[in-house]
């Protein structure tokens, strides 16, 4: 079987990579590659492929369903994210091939960057990078975090950590989940979570269908003070409403990952990080570890992490 990973090579162990002994293994970690390029991923031989959006030619785009459909070869596309409602799985799963993922691969990487999110805008970071470094006490008043009330959207493993994390740091913590948990924190409706809440985390694993989910109405129901950290695909937002009440301090701030869009973009306590929650050196050798096993498990006809 032809395998081909785009991902570094490094963060795989030596032992990792004895398993796929006897099979063609190909590694790029080439920024920017035009997979239409690639001759060989139209052709029919068989062919597994692991990915990294952020090593492929438009990113989060660019598997659209005309270029799936052409990739006649394609046995499973192996992601290394742990999102994957940027792919078309009903698509993949009508040709027969198999969608994977990399469940929890990164839940303390993006948790603790969460975090940082969330200080980056109590400490107005954002105007203090558009004054040029330069602190004006006079309007960036800073705040802490004791005694606020964190709202974690999604209970899952990261906004778990999140939750224990805002609890240990003294903030109060309120959760919405789509489906019931067992918790020790306390569950709300959405009204109750949009009222009461400082900072909100989303950490929702959001698909298409929840675009503009969380609406005007709720957004419109928050302190003039609260701020928002997501870490999850923002669409689920009505974005170009929270930026407008920003701007008429109507809103405390917004923090997301974005590329190329920069910090100037936006006006008062907007904070855009480049993608780089999940880039520590313990998730990618995460990643190179379930990356392995489930290609693995494909390659044997039991795959693991299968999402469509």
Not at 279 to 299: E, M
Request: proline share 4%; hydrophobic share 40%.
């Amino acid at each position: 079987m032809d395998i081909y990973i785009f991902f570094p090579k490094r963060f795989f162990t030596e032992e990792q990579l004895g398993k796929f002994k006897g099979h063609n293994l190909h590694f790029s970690s080439e920024k920017g590659t035009d997979l239409d390029k690639i001759d060989r991923f139209f052709q029919k031989k068989p062919y597994i492929l692991a990915v990294d959006p952020t090593y492929i030619k438009d990113v989060w785009e660019g598997f659209p369903v005309e270029r799936l459909k052409r990739m006649v070869g394609l046995k499973a596309l192996c992601l290394t994210t742990t999102s994957y409602s940027w792919i078309n799985g009903k698509e993949l799963a009508k040709m027969g091939v198999i969608l994977t993922n990399t469940p929890n691969k990164c839940t303390a990487a993006v948790a603790e960057f969460a975090i940082y999110m969330m200080f980056s805008l109590l400490r107005k970071l954002p105007l203090i990078v558009k004054n040029k470094w330069e602190m004006d006490y006079g309007h960036y008043l800073n705040e802490e975090t004791t005694g606020l009330t964190a709202g974690v959207l999604g209970l899952g493993k990261i906004g778990n950590r999140v939750a224990e994390i805002c609890k240990a740091m003294g903030m109060n913590v309120i959760y919405w989940n789509r489906s019931k948990k067992t918790s020790p924190f306390q569950s709300v409706d959405l009204d109750d979570f949009f009222e009461k809440a400082d900072v909100i985390f989303n950490t929702l694993a959001t698909s298409l269908e929840l675009k503009g989910f969380l609406n005007k109405k709720l957004i419109s129901k928050l302190k003039p003070t609260s701020i928002i950290i997501s870490t999850s695909d923002t669409h689920i937002f009505d974005e170009p409403f929270i930026l407008e009440q920003i701007k008429k301090d109507k809103l405390g701030g917004f923090a997301f990952e974005s590329f190329p869009k920069k910090i100037p973009q936006y006006k008062g306590n907007v904070m855009v990080f480049p993608e780089q929650a999940y880039f520590t050196t313990g998730a990618l050798k995460n990643t190179a570890r379930i990356v392995t096993d489930t290609i693995s498990s494909i390659i044997i006809g039991k795959p693991i992490n299968k999402v469509n």
